[in-house]
């Protein structure tokens, strides 16, 4: 079984839509969550941690769900700047090694 | 401020070859990791260091690939011989502190003839 699944997509909305991606992971020893963000032909970057309480960050709010291993990404009011692959990352259970969810591609239409 | 540097951005090679990717991470980080991303297998962990010292190599893929880090400012990873199918983009990323944040270098795209 893969440490993180994700749905690859691709999801493809319009402008200003809201759009929820998820998350599933494998070891409940876990200890550190973030969305990476990639854009095409270029490196991953941080789009944000998630923390157990939850945190929002302007358009983009992250939940994490510890008893379903679950976690998801949520963004509102799309804009075509967003259009990427979003990458869902979990620690292992040293914190140390990133397990990387294989990404799931947006693409938001005008 | 400067990011974790790559070099080089691209290399294409015959197969067979020796093959050698740099890595400069940022300042004053402590952890760097290699990444191997392909379409099929996705972004997969290779290796990586704690103040220099390889902590884990099991994602390694076999022993044609290694990995060292001789001071906190320079890591390379070398292919010898190189195959077809070691063609993907390798990342290289630096870190500070366990478990923290990692930032990405802006890759090197292998190509294997």
């Known amino acids: 079984r893969k440490e993180v699944e994700q749905d690859p997509g691709p999801f493809n909305v319009p402008e200003g839509a809201t759009v929820a991606f998820n998350c599933t992971y494998s070891?409940?020893?876990?200890?550190?969550f973030f969305w990476y963000r990639q854009d095409c032909r270029k490196e991953p970057k941080l789009l944000m941690s998630?923390?157990?309480s939850g945190n929002e960050d302007g358009r983009f709010t992250a939940q994490l769900n510890r008893a379903s291993q679950y976690i998801s990404l949520l963004i509102r009011d799309s804009k075509l700047s967003d259009s990427a692959t979003y990458l869902c990352?979990?620690?292992?259970?040293?914190?140390?090694?990133?397990?990387f969810g294989t990404g799931t591609s947006l693409t938001v239409i005008p | 401020d400067a990011g974790v540097i790559q070099s080089p951005r691209h290399e294409v090679t015959e197969m067979g070859q020796e093959v050698t990717l740099r890595c400069k991470p940022i300042?004053?980080?402590?952890?760097l990791f290699w990444y191997r991303q392909t379409m099929m297998r996705g972004l997969e962990l290779l290796i990586y260091?704690?103040?220099?010292?390889?902590?884990?190599d099991s994602g390694m893929p076999e022993d044609r690939f290694s990995a060292k880090m001789p001071n906190a400012s320079f890591s390379t990873l070398k292919i010898q011989p190189s195959e077809p199918r070691d063609s993907a983009v390798y990342f290289c990323?630096?870190?500070?502190?366990?478990?923290?944040?990692?930032?990405f270098g802006p890759g090197t795209r292998l190509l294997v003839l």
């Open positions: 990323a630096s870190s500070v502190g366990q478990g923290k944040t990692q930032y």
């Open positions: 070891n409940s020893a876990s200890q550190s």
């Open positions: 998630v923390y157990s």
């Open positions: 990352v979990v620690s292992g259970a040293t914190g140390n090694q990133f397990y």
């Open positions: 300042s004053g980080h402590d952890y």
């Open positions: 260091f704690n103040n220099n010292v390889p902590i884990d």
